[in-house]
């Protein structure tokens, strides 16, 4: 008997040591971490940025030569009928190999296009300016993303703690209530008003722990990892009481999402800039070497061969294409209006969304320490009524209005301390001052 005791303390042992080492600590900066690595958004992003990169070249532009070797090679078979004055040159021949080769390199390099090409690598630098600043707005969404759901996390772990010692003063009092109907003090009535008030926060334990689980799925989401992933959550909610406003206000233009819309704005000026070449003149120059060789077995000329090198100028002139040229200049002129008011729009939207959340963030320090004393008060409350109810100076319903109370300021307590955090997080968010 005692050898199976022992057996079974031992897998008892052994299963309680592997969940524990199963469940990993997460603090904020790994989870974050963890999400900035494994993010499909930024990796998208970061493949938007390679490409930009890659075509921020003068090439691209159209500021580098462009080289090209052809050759070509052709043999025929031809029958040949040829008369002359002379008839012992008359020539008739059937059947008669003759073959053509024909090889070149040849280089072409613009010379001026009206500063096309500078435009050109200025507005494709713009453009991989543009999308890094979308990779770093992507990176501080995600952040702020993942930061407020572990936060959430907290919450409902700290919801979860109000509802658990709660459920330790309903036990408490149900066993109270037991004693007392043994020794004839108390009535069934009483019992079974406590198994259902104990009986209702055991179903409320059960909701909060589908809830936390549901929660951890989302910040496992963000973190792109299994949402069965088992972790302990180590940090704890605490609020930075020491933003103000003008400081976030003076941050608001290095977000990188105006970052992004600024380039917006230079994008098309430089298109302005393309467009407005396109009714100058073009100057190419060519040149290159050329190899030509022509063969017959018979014929007038059996061989005939030209080599050597070229070199020239072209020039073209735009005179008349409908109007497209200024048409499409006009066009990118209003386009280039457009990116200003975007980030003008942008500028405003955010400047009032960071308004309003520091409002909410005031409101939610200000109320703070009420709430941390109505929830000190409201536990030693609890603590009492136990007390007198356990020397029979409080009823059932004393007891129930003290858990009442002490639930309902736990919870207002902790959402409180939440509100000012994901406010904090925002406004450090929208001023680009987000860390972890």
């Known amino acids: 008997m005692k050898k199976h005791n022992f057996i079974f303390l031992f897998f008892v042992i052994f299963f309680s040591a592997e969940k524990l ?243 917006l704005i230079n994008v098309n000026q430089f298109l302005e800039k393309e467009t407005r070449a396109l009714t100058y003149p073009t100057l190419r120059a060519n040149g290159g070497y050329n190899y030509n060789s022509n063969k017959s077995t018979a014929g007038f000329i059996l061989v005939n061969e030209s080599y050597g090198p070229f070199l020239g100028l072209n020039l073209s002139i735009p005179i008349y294409a409908g109007s497209t040229s200024k048409r499409a200049y006009k066009n990118a002129q209003i386009n280039t209006v457009s990116a200003k008011l975007q980030y003008d729009n942008t500028v405003q939207d955010l400047a009032t969304e960071l308004y309003k959340t520091y409002q909410n963030y005031q409101n939610s320090l200000k109320q703070t320490p009420i709430e941390i004393q109505n929830y000190e008060m409201s536990e030693a409350l609890l603590t009492l009524v136990m007390e007198r109810f356990k020397l029979g100076q409080a009823t059932i319903v004393d007891v129930k209005q003290a858990q009442q109370s002490f639930e309902t300021a736990g919870f207002r307590l902790t959402s409180l301390k939440f509100t000012a955090k994901i406010a904090e997080i925002e406004l450090k968010r929208m001023s680009n001052q987000l860390a972890f």
Do not use: C, W
Not at 87 to 97: K, L
Not at 157 to 169: G, H, N, P, W, Y
Not at 172 to 180: A, E, G, H, Y
């Open 21 to 263: 080492v199963a469940q990993n600590k997460l603090s904020l900066k790994e989870a974050v971490t963890i999400a900035i690595q494994n993010s499909y958004d930024i990796k998208l992003m970061e493949n938007n940025v390679t490409i930009a990169k890659n075509n921020n070249n003068y090439g691209v532009a159209g500021g580098l030569p462009s080289v090209t070797a052809t050759g070509n090679n052709n043999n025929t078979l031809t029958t040949i009928n040829q008369t002359f004055p002379d008839p012992s040159r008359n020539t008739s021949r059937p059947g008669v190999d003759g073959s053509t080769l024909n090889g070149g390199l040849s280089a072409t390099m613009i010379l001026f296009n009206g500063y096309r090409i500078a435009a050109t690598k200025e507005r494709l630098a713009s453009i991989e300016k543009q999308t890094t600043a979308t990779l770093q707005t992507q990176m501080l969404n995600t952040t702020s993303t993942v930061m407020q759901q572990y936060y959430n996390v907290i919450r409902q772990v700290a919801f979860l703690k109000t509802i658990e010692k709660s459920i330790e003063a309903s036990e408490q009092r149900l066993s109270i209530v037991k004693t007392r109907q043994t020794v004839g003090t108390a009535n069934q009535a009483d019992v079974l008003q406590s198994s259902l008030d104990l009986n209702a926060l055991l179903q409320a334990k059960q909701n909060q722990l589908v809830i936390l689980e549901q929660v951890k799925a989302d910040l496992y989401n963000s973190m792109v990892i299994p949402s069965n992933s088992n972790y302990i959550f180590t940090d704890s909610i605490q609020v930075d009481s020491k933003i103000s406003l003008a400081e976030v206000e003076s941050k608001i233009k290095e977000h990188p999402m105006l970052q992004s819309a600024q380039q």
